[in-house]
């Protein structure tokens, strides 16, 4: 459900998508931060910083993003990893001037067709000028898609793997 006025102040949304493979299967791809491009239509590539190696709690990374008409726009985030919980869920935080801002979280449910995957984001900080940016550019509309984009690109991904080839949608996916 979207939060009231999220088109005007962004706070928190989510999307999710059932997928016929194991939680623990489709936890390491998202928990895979540095693949993140292959899945997501913003984020054009992340890299471990500071010594971090891989997807663990205070493991830091450098997201690197592009938006905007033809991906023009290019941005880089910093963040850390804050839950990785194999199968169950990952989280992380990026960073808005120094300061934790936007909360990504993917939860893993296991449920008889394979797992429901959940993305959402949460904010708590952004600059006055993206908060300015975000009306007229509706960053709430482009969140929703680029989280379909994303877990539709996992989806295939992950049943590819898992042998299962038929990736259509199943019923009550929200993409």
Same mark, same amino acid.
């Given at each position: ?27 390491? +791809?998202? @928990? *895979?931060?540095? #693949? ?5 239509? /913003?984020?054009?590539? $992340? ?34 990893? +804050?839950? @990785? *919980?194999?199968? #169950? ?5 990026? /960073?808005?001037?120094? $300061? ?40 709430? #509309? ?34």
């Amino acid at each position: 459900m979207t939060p009231r006025n999220q088109r005007w102040w962004l706070t928190t949304d989510s999307a999710e998508i059932i997928v016929n493979a194991a939680p623990e299967q489709v936890y390491r +791809l998202v @928990a *895979d931060l540095p #693949r993140m491009g292959e899945w997501s239509n /913003e984020c054009a590539r $992340v890299d471990w910083v500071d010594g971090s190696t891989g997807p663990e709690p205070g493991a830091r990374f450098v997201g690197h993003n592009q938006v905007g008409p033809r991906r023009m726009i290019r941005y880089s985030r910093n963040g850390r990893v +804050l839950i @990785a *919980d194999p199968g #169950r869920e990952f989280a992380f935080a990026t /960073e808005e001037g120094g $300061v934790e801002g936007t909360i990504w979280r993917y939860q893993f449910e296991p449920v008889a067709e394979g797992t429901r995957v959940t993305e959402s984001y949460e904010v708590s900080r952004i600059p006055v000028w993206a908060r300015i940016l975000d009306v007229p550019v509706n960053r709430h #509309r482009e969140l929703m898609e680029t989280m379909r984009h994303t877990l539709g690109k996992l989806k295939a991904a992950a049943e590819a793997r898992s042998g299962a080839a038929d990736a259509r949608p199943e019923a009550g996916d929200r993409v």
